[in-house]
């Protein structure tokens, strides 16, 4: 189905305000996090979670983007919701949102007020890391890249030119998405989290800058975390490493493929430096 096809309800401030929370207490969520796929998205979400103010689902409801959940209504995404206490609030992640171009007013429409958080990461990296992913995701048994090796995929032989068509690679174009959220949120209601800085430094440093955002008090503070040499990651003290799904060696991509995809990713890397007003200096 084309995504200007798909159904927008378009919720009145009462018809949300009035969906009472269940005896669960259960309650819509305050902020998303939106995407991008492969770029931290789990890590955010689960270091968010360590604070005492903010509850996340423990699975990825995605009722914003997959057509028959969004149409069981709003009764229905509240089951999927945790319950929350007085002074809690609640964030729901699904890497996914950010790259369905019919998402964006579908969150509006419910709540304009929604504080929305991006991760981005290297385009490069995030598209090796997505490939990777495809290549081992089980549910995803007849996908091209279970196929064909990333080369094959990122190259096109007839026109010896990038593979501009390629999905995985698409959803790297960052500022084709993100001007479609610049659409219905203004820019301060998006707050850009640079993954790479995420995962390479202590989350304790820019967990403050979120905190501060979602109006939370600031206490995820580095003492929190510490790094995992085996892993290659930093990890939660009191918990331990993100699943054995997140964190992987990245595969080596033949250079001459890696320059090209570099090439072209690099002006419409400056499209979304400018959009966000930061210069992320991805090569
Ligand atoms: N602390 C920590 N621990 C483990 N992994 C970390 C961490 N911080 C960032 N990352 C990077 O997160 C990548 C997975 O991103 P997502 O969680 O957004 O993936 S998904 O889109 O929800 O499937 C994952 O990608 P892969 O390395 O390809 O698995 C990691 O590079």
Known sequence: MPWFNRSIHI???????????????RAFPHALIIGAR????SALQDFLKLHPQIRAPSHEPGWFFIDSEYTKGLGYY?????PLQENQISIEKSAEYFHF???PERVWSF?????????????????????????RYD????????????????????TGRVNTRWACLKRSVYFVWFQEWLKFF???QILVVDGDDFAENNPGTELIRVENFLGVEPLLTEKYFFFNETKGFYCVKKTGCLHEGKGHEPISVA??????????LRPLNRKFYEMVGKDFGWQ
Not at 139 to 152: D, R
């Open 186 to 188: 203004p820019r301060e």
């Open 139 to 158: 549910k995803a048994p007849h996908c091209i890249e279970k196929k064909y090796t990333f080369e094959e995929l990122a190259y096109n032989f007839t």
């Open 11 to 25: 919720f009145t401030e009462t018809e949300v305000a009035n969906e009472p929370r269940d005896v669960k207490n």
């Open 101 to 103: 171009p019919y998402v």
């Open 78 to 82: 509240r089951t999927r919701l945790p």
């Open 111 to 135: 709540n304009s007020s929604m504080k929305i958080l991006l991760i981005v990461r290297d385009p490069f990296v995030r598209l090796v890391s997505d490939y990777m992913f495809l290549k």
């Open 38 to 41: 492969k770029a931290g998205t």
């Open 255 to 264: 250079m001459k493929v890696e320059r090209m995809i570099r090439d072209y």
